[in-house]
C-alpha cells in the first residue's frame, strides 16, 4: 500500500462520514487482499472510487481515464493506485497502451491485490437510479491475468453497487453493497475453448450480479415515477423526503422492489399507470411552482399543525459552533464553489471535487489555527491538534445551521399559506398509490 493511498484511506472515512452521515455497507469483504477484481456501478463519477475504496477493508488498484493522467498529477494519482485506461477519442494507440496497463494489472493482482473497475465506463449526468449495459474490460483483464499467472492462482470476481440517495447532496445516504465473489479460474475449460463467447457470458453474468447490488430501473423514462412514488411514501431512498427512523438497508430493499415491480409492467400495465404519473408529476411541479416543500405537506397531513420547534433548537445550539464554521471554512469554501462550478460543467463532478479540494485546503488554510490557539487560547499542542481536528465539525455546524435556517423561513411562510387543498391532494395520492402499488 502507497503512503498517499494509506493517509487516502483514512481522511475520506473521516470525510464520507461527514458528507453521508448515513452510510451502511452490505456484505463488505472483511480482507485486505484476496486477488479479486471488483466491478461497480459507475453512478457518480469520482465520488464512487472515493466511496468503494475508503469505507471498506480490500486495497484496490484503480482503473481510471487516462486523460486525467497529466504531468502535474501523474504521481498523486499513482500514490493513490489509479491506472489509466485508453479510450478511442485519446488519440492514442489504445490496443498497445492497454495492452501495458493490463499486464499491469496482472502484476498487481500477482501479489494478492485487487482491482476496482466501473463496468458501465461513464456515468449520466443526470443521477438515475440504473445500471448502464456493462462492458467486457473486467473479465478481459482477469483472464488476461490468469494467462500470465499460467492459471497457477485463483482470480475472483464480485459486483459492488453504490447506492446514493442523491451523490452531490451533502448529508444525505450512500449504502455499498457487495456480492458473493466467484472463480475465474472454473470457466477455463471454457475460455480455452472459445474465450470470446466465455467473456460475453460472464459479462453477462457480472452485468446481472451488479443490478442486484442497486436499484435498476430498466425504462429511464419511469425513473421519476420511482422517485415520486418514493417521495410520496417516505419509504425509499429518496435524499429529502425519506423516513430516517426506517433502517438505511430497509429504505434501500424497498427501493428496489418497486423498480423489480416496475420493470415486470408489460406495455399495457404501464399505459395503465400513466394517470398516475401524471398525477404525480403535477403534483411535485406545483409544489416547486409554489416554494413549498412536501416535507411541510407531510407534517401537516400527519400532525395537522407545522411546527418550527427544532430548527429553533438548532439555531441556538449550532450558532456558535456554526460561527466557528464561518471563520475556519467559510471563504475557502466560496472559492472551491466558484472554482468548481466554472471548471466542471456536468454538476456530477461536483459534490466529489468540492469535498476532495475541501479536504485539502480546509486542512492548509487551518494550520495556522493550530500555533495560534497554542499561543493564545491555551499553550498545549495535543490540545491545539484536538481543536484542529475539530475544524470539519465546526464547518459542518455552520452547514447544519443553514439548513435549518432555509427549513425555518420555508415553514413560517407555509404557517401563513391555505395548505388545505395540498394536503386533501396528497391524501387522494396516497390513497391511489396504495391501491395500485404493492407493498406502498
Known sequence: MRLFYFLLFFVLRYSMRLFYPRLKTVRAPREFLGRTIYVSNHAASFMDPLAVASMRLPIVFFMTRSDVFKPLTRPFLWAAHMLPIYRQHDGVDTKD?????????????????????????FTDDVFIRRLKPVKKGAIRIGFNALEKLNWKKNVYVAAVGCNYSDPNLMRSDLLIATSEKFCLNDYKDAYLENPNKTITELTRKVEVMMQEQITHIQNKS?????????????????????????PLEKRWRYSQQLAHWLNKQNQEELSNLEGLKKELDGYFALLNRMKLN???VHALDEKGT???TTEIVKLIGLF???????????????FIRQFVQKSFKRKVFWGSVKMLLGIILFGVVNIP????????????YWLATLYFLLIGLFGLAAYEWVLAFTSYREKSAAKKADLSKFVAKRRVLIQVVKERIPGA
Open 97 to 121: 497502451e492497454n495492452a501495458k496497463v493490463f499486464d499491469q494489472c496482472a502484476r498487481i493482482l500477482s501479489f494478492g491485490r485487487n482491482l476496482l473497475i466501473f463496468g458501465e465506463g
Open 222 to 246: 419511469w425513473a421519476d415515477f420511482h422517485e415520486n412514488i418514493m417521495k410520496l411514501t417516505r419509504k425509499g431512498m429518496n435524499a429529502l423526503h425519506s423516513d430516517r427512523s426506517i
Open 294 to 296: 412536501e416535507n411541510v
Open 306 to 308: 407545522i411546527s418550527r
Open 320 to 334: 456558535p459552533f456554526a460561527l466557528l464554521g464561518v471563520l475556519h471554512c467559510g471563504l475557502p469554501y466560496y
Open 369 to 380: 489555527y493550530i500555533f495560534l490557539f497554542h499561543a493564545y487560547i491555551f499553550p498545549d
